[in-house]
């Protein structure tokens, strides 16, 4: 799995961070997720998925799986 963020368009709702921790983080200066792992292993999949479809700004790409 791949992901991309559109950090352009980020609103800052920190729903992936808190979704899946290991994956996002939040730059509170900035106000937008941060990827910290964009090629998360195999047990972050699903955390990565239910992030995408709880994103209110829906910025978040799976690539590839």
Not at 5 to 18: P, Y
Not at 28 to 36: I, K, N, S, T, Y
């Amino acid at each position: 799995m791949k992901i991309s963020v559109d950090t352009g368009m980020c609103i800052g709702s920190r729903t992936c961070a808190l979704t899946a921790p290991n994956v996002f983080g939040h730059d509170p200066a900035e106000a937008v997720v941060v990827l910290l792992d964009p090629e998360p292993p195999a047990t972050e999949h699903e955390a990565v998925r239910s992030a995408v479809r709880h994103c209110p700004a829906a910025v978040i790409l799976i690539l590839g799986d």
